[in-house]
């Protein structure tokens, strides 16, 4: 069982930036692909990036690319998603995913979720 908690979510002005956070309980953090999703009111869950165990490999959809860079660091069990130029479309709840897989933006591939965490982008 790998349990997630997110942080870092809050209300921001168009442009502006925020990083979230993950902090995963596993001491096995190391050997999962981390994704981030978003889903805001009235809508799908939709993919927003992913980063494979090294860190080495990440995967973005053409919404975000360019705008939200993902990272990890291993020896503290986190996962960041750093948003820059922020839109009133990024409003929405942030998950954060854990995958014994790859980098993919498959919900399906991703067996632990964490809570959410609400980003607010007022225009």
């Known amino acids: 069982q790998v349990l997630l908690v997110e942080s870092g979510g809050g209300l921001v002005q168009a442009g502006d930036s925020l990083r979230l956070s993950c902090t995963a309980s596993?001491?096995?953090?190391?050997?999962?692909?981390m994704g981030w999703f978003r889903q805001a009111p009235g809508k799908e869950r939709e993919f927003v990036a992913a980063?494979?165990?090294?860190?080495?490999?990440?995967n973005y959809p053409d919404s975000v690319k360019g705008r939200f860079t993902i990272s990890r660091d291993n020896a503290k069990n986190t996962v960041y998603l750093q948003m820059n130029s922020l839109k009133p479309e990024d409003t929405a709840v942030y998950y954060c995913?854990?995958?014994?897989?790859?980098?993919?933006?498959?919900?399906?591939?991703?067996?632990?979720w964490g809570q959410g965490t609400q980003v607010t982008v007022s225009s």
């Open positions: 980063i494979n165990w090294s860190g080495g490999g990440t």
């Open positions: 995913a854990a995958s014994e897989g790859i980098a993919t933006p498959i919900m399906s591939s991703y067996r632990y």
């Open positions: 596993a001491r096995t953090f190391s050997w999962y692909t």
